[in-house]
């Protein structure tokens, strides 16, 4: 090693705290509810060359491929300076979607452009044609409708460029949210403009150069180790997300993987798969790369610096005009970062468990029903007025793992656990709605030798005036699939309830208008199971028996664990007996069924 | 009344280790005592009592205050030593304690091992009942909800807790779940907790968690404080027992037995007391604690004499320094950012050849190298010594032997992964963890506003004098200060810990549209809740209240503190303050813009209001004997106990430093770093540009330039 291996830690450790610093200035000076709350946003640090550097905790669909990013301030800004900033939400351009309005701030040192600080963040509303920041069904991007930017400059000597301010505040629906939103990304990109400065004043631009090549190299040999574990060779997947009206037969997915462990090296070519499609589910280089590489995140090592070194051992093909590539203009990417981007982290991670007992995961809950609406109406308590936020009240069950069981409160694949669930009591507060239940869904886990995790049942209405709500339930048709024997989670479902009760079905892809007195009911997704559900430990089926996860029915029939009462106290227990019989019973018979067919899954 | 003279008072404090020991009082010099803590923690008390009073030369009839820190509620969470609890929640939100936050500790980690519920499965039970965001009441508690939950739980359990939606704006539905489980006259619960009295603010899986905590922990705080009051008695200690709570004040056992989720810091927060007491005898008002021990280090910062004190934290944590891995509480406590460095911290080399250092720690057992316990990993103390910033003398004062060949045999293994010298090694060591809580301490100032190259520091713990000089060096802080006799630090704190009480409330408020009288409604109907509390403790006639409000931009998810007035009340009840919308809104903006460097043009409103009540008469008291005296240079330095070759940080190179012994050390003589001065438990380093002194009161103070 050419660099003090001491400065090397400390240097490391710097960064982690500046984008920390980053993060904590956006999450407490947001202003919307999706940002404050729900913590949909993430900060980076991006070299002068277009290399991630360093990344705050953040959902990796959000925070993968933020060097995209910066490319484009160079060439259509040549005269860059410090005081500068641009706004970045071009899907075309290298962005996620355009709902993630990105702060980019180039950060000079001696007068040379050493790092870009990036504050990506999820618009509460950006304008689209309706009110919503996931159009499902849009055609194309005039569909949609938002105000595209295309790195445009916004900020000059560290002051706004008012034209582009007042273009966002005519068309964005919720103008002042807006701009508190998006001075609170200013706010983060501009401390990380300054803490990148003082490191360099402290520690010259020639160390801090030699720094991040020393940083990138120690990364690209933690996950070159990493990799060394996995199974040689090449491999296909395939998964499909539902159809809907849009796209009749769904969209297929198709993921190829070639590792080599000795090189220490992953290839993930996404090629093969359709072209665009007219819907707003098309990918950006940006999430089809994150997903891809967030699947292979989940299948090894989690203790690596996630950083442009790193992700040098994984190399992902795009192909432009293709729904998992790069899109061609006019294609939608409204809905980029969630469901197909999920399906492709959840065919990867699955992938790697199907070539090997003992890696990667089941795949995890997709899309988001209506526990992540955007809600949209008036509020009678204040004076009417307009309301327009995506709400996270539910959860989603991860997929099961070979060594435990899938995470219960996972949301999405995409997200990596980094959002924040809302409090109920806050979302009553701020919107007029009732929330009227949130219970863990009884039966929704995907069975397995580990488990999914269940989904949840979430119901709720407004209260004396209309609310619209916008949601994308995708895993009704295919819910996440089990691996390796293991059962797939339970499906997605959505319906209303009128005031009498009455139940009618809705379209899993839609949007509804609630009545007073109205009750949208979201089921959630559970996540696929891992290995045989016959070989799952007893007492761990007793113990979800007892939290009322499994139904006692289920932990007969499909992991074939029967439950008695205790004579002295009435408490259930294993009956250890019958389990063993039944257990051998139901091998046996799922033996010669697999003789005709094939595995359940 | 008793002879002023021979008052006595006695603080306790329970640690993992030792339980220590203080007495206090007129009539001589404080005595000091250490004893093993032991399982039964109150035998331990019992015998450091005895142990105390007799070489302090008092009776038991002299004791005046009997103060006391311990583990036990902290424990009991980790433990999980509680009491059987059920939980009733509002129907269709059974699963919250499960559901939680839905925050992740790790992105790609599938293995999240998050805390059980201290509530078992079957015990998690819905009540049909509702209230709205503004409080009132849909759907009221029917008879035979009651007589249903009644049936559901009866026999089976020793606490219960309620937490139902919005319960923090109207507890009437709470109130009469707990009236009809207490009229049935089979129910022999003692302990009922409700959220509307444990914790009535917004966000109800907090609320919940932090209601279900205060149930689990009653029955067994209530028995051990039974216990330790009898025993009391039983000695001839008729005197009080008062029990030091997570947020710095004490309180009498009827309060901490009504809220032991209280109690969970209860020996930190007499540390900071503790720093917070030297700060003030030095004349700093705004300083960084730094208390570095043996597995962990624990920085925290005091402002205006007083220690920052936060509404939210988490305990029992599966993964001890991850935030989100613990069980999440609303109340209050002495906001500490604690990491995994300290003198037992192993250094080791990650899988790729990078030097790490900590959290796992070589503990007591086997211990660092130089112990000769048996620890072969290098840890920050063999580097420290290694590095001769340590004497192989001076450890206990030269009481315990430490082996300084086997602390670099560890070193040497270590670096010859890292191509580095046992020196170079230990240089490392030294260099990452001052990094490291350089870092922490930085994150935790700015992350409150707080530039660190403004705050002073006081230093304390075995290891955190070693360490202070290379720390305040990386953080710009220009002086610093270690209290005398730093190893039983908590339990001097307790002696000089204020009592007091606190009341809080959510109650959302557009500052546009409350009357100034609306708001001291509020303000005054907490601060009368407060001062009822306070008022059965002690004397009134010294007691201050403090009103405060957690503000926010409409819309925002995150509240500021904002202190909106202090007063005491002997002014006179009569002469209420006066509160403006226009005032609060002004003090929110300057404290937002100290925060976030920016205050925006937005709409105000109040969530959650809150008054701390304190009787600063043992604060004032204890104020006497100030550090007054200035550095002097002297032309006949004192001669130093020895010299040595020790690790200059600042020229990353060996240099020749005397050596001092703390107590032989003559007052106010300034001089020269580098420099090493001895206490009797820890070792005071200073590099080449520092200046210190001895006070007259014992301590330490270092000035950087």
């Known amino acids: ?601 | 009344m008793k002879n002023e003279d021979s008052r006595v008072t006695i603080g306790v404090d329970i640690g993992g280790t030792f339980t220590d020991v203080v007495v206090s009082g007129g009539k001589g010099v404080p005595v000091t005592r250490k004893v093993l803590t032991t399982d039964k923690q109150e035998m331990g008390v019992f015998a450091g009592i005895r142990d105390g009073l007799h070489a302090f030369g008092g009776s038991a009839q002299d004791v005046e205050r009997v103060l006391h820190a311990t583990t036990l509620a902290t424990n009991a969470l980790i433990e999980r030593k509680g009491g059987r609890t059920a939980l009733l929640t509002t129907d269709g939100f059974e699963d919250i304690l499960r559901l939680g936050r839905e925050r992740a500790y790790d992105t790609y980690d599938l293995r999240l091992d998050l805390p059980e519920p201290l509530v078992a499965d079957e015990l998690r039970l819905g009540v049909r009942e509702r209230v709205s965001a503004e409080g009132t009441v849909i759907q009221a508690v029917s008879a035979e909800e009651g007589e249903r939950i009644y049936r559901s739980v009866a026999g089976t359990i020793d606490a219960v807790a309620v937490c139902f939606l919005h319960a923090y704006r109207n507890g009437v539905n709470e109130r009469a779940i707990r009236e009809f489980l207490r009229a049935n006259a089979g129910f022999d619960v003692q302990y009922i907790s409700i959220s509307s009295e444990v914790a009535p603010e917004v966000r109800e899986y907090e609320r919940t968690s932090t209601t279900v905590a205060n149930a689990y922990l009653q029955p067994v705080v209530a028995r051990y404080l039974h216990v330790l009051e009898e025993g009391l008695r039983a000695t001839g200690i008729a005197a009080p027992l008062l029990v030091m709570l997570s947020d710095t004040h004490l309180v009498d056992t009827e309060r901490a037995r009504a809220f032991p989720v209280r109690l969970i810091e209860s020996g930190p927060a007499a540390g900071v007391i503790a720093a917070a007491h030297t700060a003030r005898q030095n004349g700093l008002p705004n300083v960084l604690s730094f208390d570095m021990g043996g597995t962990t280090a624990k920085l925290g910062t005091i402002i205006d004499f007083t220690p920052s004190v936060a509404t939210e934290f988490e305990a029992a944590r599966t993964k001890r320094f991850t935030k989100w891995s613990g069980i999440p509480l609303k109340a209050p406590v002495v906001e500490l950012i604690e990491i995994g460095a300290g003198g037992g911290s192993i250094a080791a080399v990650d899988k790729l050849g990078l030097l790490r250092v900590g959290p796992e720690s070589a503990g007591a057992t086997p211990g660092p190298a130089c112990y000769g316990g048996g620890g072969t990993e290098p840890t920050v103390t063999d580097a420290d010594l290694a590095l001769g910033l340590l004497g192989s003398d001076s450890f206990l004062g030269g009481e315990m032997h430490v082996d300084v060949a086997a602390a670099r045999r560890a070193l040497d293994v270590l670096g010859q992964k890292l191509g580095l010298s046992d020196l170079d090694t230990a240089a490392g060591i030294f260099d990452v963890v001052n990094e490291t809580m350089a870092q922490a301490g930085r994150l935790h100032a700015i992350e409150r506003g707080l530039d660190p190259t403004r705050l002073a520091m006081v230093a304390f713990g075995g290891a955190g004098p070693v360490h202070a000089y290379a720390v305040a060096r990386r953080l710009g802080v220009s002086q610093i200060v270690v209290p005398p006799s730093a190893g039983v630090l908590s339990a001097t704190g307790l002696l000089v810990s204020p009592m007091g009480t606190d009341a809080a409330r959510t109650d959302v408020q557009a500052l546009a549209e409350i009357t100034d009288d609306e708001m001291v409604g509020i303000f005054k109907s907490l601060e009368n809740s407060a001062l009822d509390e306070l008022s059965r403790m002690c004397d009134m006639s010294t007691v201050v209240t403090q009103w405060l409000a957690d503000a926010r931009y409409e819309g925002q998810g995150y509240e500021v503190l904002v202190s909106v007035v202090e007063r005491a009340l002997d002014h006179g009840e009569a002469d209420s303050p006066r509160v403006s919308a226009a005032a609060v809104g002004s003090l929110f903006e300057e404290q937002y813009e100290l925060l976030y460097g920016r205050s925006l043009s937005l709409p105000i409103e109040i969530v959650t209001w809150r008054v701390i009540a304190t009787n600063v008469e043992e604060t004032r008291k204890k104020d006497v004997s100030h550090a007054t005296q200035r550095p002097r240079t002297c032309k006949s330095k004192p001669a130093p106990r020895t010299k040595r070759q020790c690790y200059d940080s600042d020229a990353r190179g060996f240099i020749e430093a005397p050596v001092f012994r703390a107590e032989s050390l003559p007052e106010a003589i300034a001089l020269d770093g580098p420099v090493i001065v001895e206490q009797h438990d820890s070792t005071l380093v200073v590099g080449s540009r520092g200046l210190v002194h001895k006070n007259e009161l014992g301590g330490l103070h270092v000035e950087l330039s």
Request: charged share 25%; glycine share 10%.
């Open chain 1, 1 to 601: 090693m050419s660099m003090d291996p001491v400065l090397l830690a400390v240097l490391a450790n710097r960064l982690d705290a500046i984008v920390r610093e980053m993060d904590n200035t956006l999450l407490r000076s947001a202003r919307s509810a999706i940002l404050a709350m729900s913590r949909d946003f993430s900060c980076s640090i991006v070299t002068s060359d277009n290399q991630l550097l360093a990344a705050s905790e953040a959902a990796p669909v959000h925070v993968i491929g933020s060097e995209f990013l910066t490319a484009p301030i160079s060439k259509f800004h040549p005269d860059y300076q410090a005081g500068d900033a641009f706004l970045h939400n071009d899907p075309y351009l290298g962005n996620t979607h355009p709902a993630d309005h990105t702060i980019l701030v180039p950060v000079f040192h001696d007068g040379k452009h050493l790092f870009t600080a990036c504050a990506k963040a999820h618009m509460a509303d950006i304008g689209n044609s309706e009110p919503t920041t996931y159009m499902p069904s849009a055609t194309d991007v005039y569909k949609e409708g938002a105000l595209i930017f295309p790195c445009v400059q916004v900020q000059r000597d560290y002051r706004d460029i008012s034209d582009v301010i007042r273009m966002c505040q005519r068309r964005i629906r919720v103008p002042d949210l807006w701009y508190g939103d998006y001075l609170a990304q200013i706010g983060a990109a501009r401390i990380g403009e300054r803490r990148m400065k003082e490191l360099a004043e402290r520690h010259g631009t020639e160390s801090i150069e030699a720094f991040i090549e020393e940083w990138f190299d120690y990364s690209e040999r933690r996950m070159a180790h990493a990799l060394r574990d996995l199974p040689s060779g090449r491999y296909k997947g395939d998964t499909s997300h539902d159809p809907f009206d849009a796209v009749p037969d769904g969209i297929p997915l198709t993921v190829e993987i070639a590792i080599d462990p000795d090189l220490g090296m992953v290839d993930i070519d996404l090629r093969d798969n359709i072209d665009n499609v007219p819907a707003g589910l098309n990918q950006t280089q940006a999430t089809a790369m994150a997903s891809v590489v967030t699947g292979v995140l989940n299948s090894i090592d989690p203790d690596i610096p996630h950083n442009a070194g790193a992700f040098r051992r994984v190399r992902v093909h795009l192909r432009e005009g293709c729904v998992a590539g790069i899109p061609k203009f006019p294609a939608s990417c409204s809905v980029a970062t969630t469901n197909v981007a999920d399906r492709l982290v959840n065919v990867t991670q699955r992938m790697f468990a199907e070539i090997n007992d003992g890696f990667g995961a089941a795949e995890g809950g997709t899309g988001l029903g209506p526990g992540f609406a955007v809600i949209s109406g008036t509020d009678s308590r204040r004076g009417g007025e307009a309301y327009v936020n995506e709400i996270f009240i539910a959860s989603q069950g991860g997929g099961a793992s070979p060594w435990c069981d899938g995470w219960l409160t996972y949301l999405v694949p995409g997200s990596g656990g980094m959002m924040y669930k809302d409090s109920i009591e806050m979302v009553e507060q701020k919107y007029p709605l009732y929330v009227k239940e949130v219970r863990i869904h009884q039966d929704s886990e995907g069975a397995g030798r580990t488990r999914g995790a269940p989904g949840t049942f979430c119901v709720y209405g407004p209260r004396d005036t209309s609310m619209r709500a916008f949601y994308v339930a995708d895993s009704h048709v295919y819910p996440p699939a089990g691996v390796r024997g293991g059962w797939a989670g339970g499906r997605a479902d959505v319906w209303k309830l009128d005031s009498s009760g009455d139940r009618t079905d809705l379209a899993p892809i839609g949007d509804v208008i609630l009545e007073p007195g109205e009750w949208i009911v979201g089921v959630h997704v559970g996540g696929g199971g891992y290995g045989d559900p016959l070989e799952r430990e007893a007492e761990a089926v007793l113990k979800d028996v007892l939290e009322g996860w499994v139904s006692e029915k289920k932990a007969r029939e499909v992991y074939g664990v029967v439950m008695s009462s205790q004579p002295d106290d009435g408490s259930l227990a294993v009956d250890w007996n019958r389990t063993k019989d039944l257990r051998h019973q139901q091998m046996q018979s799922s033996a010669m069924a697999s003789q005709q067919a094939d595995s359940p899954q």
